[in-house]
């Protein structure tokens, strides 16, 4: 992630070649469980922890100390795939109770929660060949890419409103991460959490 916001220009430019160094830190980054760093947007510096090991025993938990906002983000396109951790189980399931458990966690309850669920385009495109209803129960409206969308997205409010029905949670759908649609987003965040410092 850090690596990422380094260098998320080349990424994004249509010369862009992957490097050895990209798989590495890649690998690093995903290895090392917890990530700090800070980037500033609009004069404002964010300090961001990212958790890529959400299922780690509660270690991770105190890394959320003094947050303002918290940042869930979920891809669209695991409907279809199995969990890396857990055999014969569901990854956007999984998903959806990891999010579920951070909702309950006493220890988090007064911090707002943004939920960006990503790859939207990608997903109408994976919706024609494999169907939703397939691999999420209770689905019933296949050939209707705005009504599968709406059920994943209800799937994650729902499971979250069970365990804290007052958590405040902003959603968004991303469209296909571009440049410009991800540095709109963190302007977003930006002002949220200039609204909860206010507010607090």
Not at 69 to 90: E, G, H, P, V, W
Not at 95 to 106: A, D, K, N, V
Not at 130 to 159: P, Q, W
Request: charged content about 30%.
């Amino acid at each position: 992630m850090i690596s990422f916001f380094n260098n998320y220009e080349r990424y994004f430019s249509e010369e862009f070649e992957l490097t050895l160094d990209d798989v590495l830190i890649s690998k690093n980054s995903y290895d090392s469980g917890v990530e700090k760093f800070n980037i500033k947007i609009d004069g404002i510096k964010l300090n961001i922890i990212n958790v890529t090991k959400p299922i780690m025993n509660g270690k991770w938990l105190n890394v959320f100390d003094n947050v303002n906002l918290i940042i869930y983000c979920a891809s669209l396109t695991d409907y279809n795939r199995q969990s890396k951790q857990i055999r014969n189980k569901n990854r956007l399931v999984e998903t959806i109770e990891i999010f579920r458990s951070i909702c309950g966690l006493e220890c988090l309850k007064t911090i707002p929660i943004t939920l960006f669920l990503g790859q939207k385009q990608s997903f109408y495109r994976k919706l024609e060949k494999n169907k939703l209803s397939k691999f999420l129960k209770g689905f019933r409206s296949d050939g209707d890419n705005k009504r599968a969308l709406g059920f994943i997205k209800k799937k994650f409010l729902t499971e979250a409103k069970k365990v804290s029905a007052d958590r405040k949670i902003f959603d968004f759908i991303i469209e296909d991460n571009s440049l410009d649609e991800i540095s709109d987003l963190f302007r977003i965040i930006s002002n949220l959490i200039k609204q909860e410092v206010k507010r607090k």
